[in-house]
């Protein structure tokens, strides 16, 4: 079987509307089994998580369910994952959490090619530790991070390293598992941001070699928070702030308050319609297989649609792409010689096109990149993407491009 992206697309209702959408890394559509998921989680009985009645009984139910998928998903211990309102959040979570172990004069290591919710969390809190922070630098013409820019940073006072997994302004896959190796090797912690990176790739965290892995549910179909997966035994090293009368077991210990069953239940269905992607894999097959299946033919239908447009972009006078790095995920970010990348969005827009301008919270990168605050167009591709939609966006360029 094949890739059927047009039975695919019929599952997201969003579609209907007929927008092209390439603003995949700023938060995919939602597909109908996972809004199904959601309104049947609120439908049913629901209350605080137990085992005597049913609306105890469901949440319970959802709590476990979401750790199992989530687990499969990224190849980690179900213990070991933890909810959150959004990945930044986790993020200055853990950052409060872990800066109260480090001490004056200790170091911290942080990319430039990251978002700002894997910079600002660890800058503030070495900030008030009196914590000196070094900077990565990625290579702005060829967009690499290569492990060893980390690397040479490393010391013996290192305690932590924050690097992204996948760019969300370029597209940049940083090798992630060679910066863990040096990084364990001086002693100091990994927190990876994959934020971008879980939505296009199969990722295994213990591969990876990743201390704290961080993404975002809303980037592959689920609703809009965050989950953090880190081994059992190092979260139960760590004391957050908490209630008093709340679980001091692990994960819950960094999860504060009720949580949101139904958008628990969004996630578990979300993991599940990926894993559902893979042509002709069956039921008797187990989910963390059949996402390793997913994402392999999401990949190589995502890589098709990614050069097909960066064909029509060379085509096209007074572009620049600045997606240059040799392992990227399908996300471009162009710019124009003459004219400004927001009037292009407003431009696709009337087209009935969705690609958004500006840094993304990439506001480092964007500098870095000679862009400033203004950033590029961000050309992100998603599983349901067709060649359809590449050719409005090339078009919808070109005719920009002459207006």
């Known amino acids: 079987m094949t890739y059927d992206v047009g ?17 995949g890394p700023g938060g995919t559509q939602t597909p109908e089994p996972v809004i199904a998921a959601i309104a049947d989680a609120l439908g049913g009985p629901l209350s605080i998580r137990g085992a005597t009645v049913p609306g105890e009984v469901n949440a319970e139910t959802a709590v476990r369910e979401f750790r199992r998928a989530m687990a499969d998903l990224l190849g980690t211990e179900v213990s070991g994952i933890v909810f959150g309102r959004s990945a930044t959040q986790l993020t200055y979570d853990f950052a409060r959490t872990l800066a109260a172990t480090w001490e004056p004069g200790d170091e911290v290591v942080v990319s430039r090619l990251d978002h700002d919710a894997n910079i600002r969390p660890w800058v503030q809190a070495a900030e008030r530790t009196g914590v000196v922070v070094r900077w990565a630098d990625f290579d702005p013409a060829t967009g690499e991070l290569p492990a060893s820019a980390v690397g040479e940073l490393l010391g013996e006072r290192t305690r932590l390293v924050a690097v992204t997994a ?5 597209g940049t896959r940083p090798p992630v598992a060679e910066i863990a190796r040096l990084v364990h090797r001086a002693g100091a912690l990994l927190y990876v941001d994959g934020v971008h990176h879980a939505a296009h ?7 990876l070699g990743a201390d704290f892995y961080v993404c975002s549910p809303y980037k592959f179909f689920g609703p809009h928070h965050g989950v953090l997966a880190a081994r059992a035994d190092l979260l139960e090293t760590l004391r957050p702030d908490k209630l008093l009368p709340s679980t001091d077991a692990v994960p819950e210990r960094f999860e504060l308050g009720t949580l949101p069953y139904e958008v628990l239940a969004g996630t578990r269905a979300a993991v599940d319609f990926l894993a559902d992607l893979a042509p002709g894999a069956g039921e008797a097959v187990g989910r963390r297989e059949r996402l390793r299946a997913a994402f392999t033919a999401v990949d190589r ?18 572009v620049t792409l600045h997606s240059r790095a040799a392992d990227r995920t399908p996300t471009l970010l162009v710019t124009f010689d003459d004219r400004r990348p927001v009037d292009a969005y407003h431009f696709l827009g009337t087209l009935g096109v969705h690609a958004p301008a500006g840094s993304f919270y990439a506001l480092e990168a964007s500098r870095h990149l000679g862009l400033g605050e203004t950033g590029g167009l961000r050309l992100g591709l998603s599983p349901y993407n067709d060649t359809s939609d590449v050719d409005r966006l090339l078009e919808g360029l070109a005719d920009f491009l002459k207006s």
């Open 301 to 318: 239908h995502e890589t098709a649609l990614r050069e097909r447009l960066e064909s029509g972009l060379a085509d096209l006078d007074g």
């Open 201 to 207: 790739d199969f990722v295994d965290v213990t591969e």
């Open 166 to 170: 996948a760019s969300n302004l370029i």
């Open 7 to 23: 039975a695919l697309r019929a599952r997201f209702p969003a579609l209907r509307a007929g927008t092209a959408h390439f603003d």
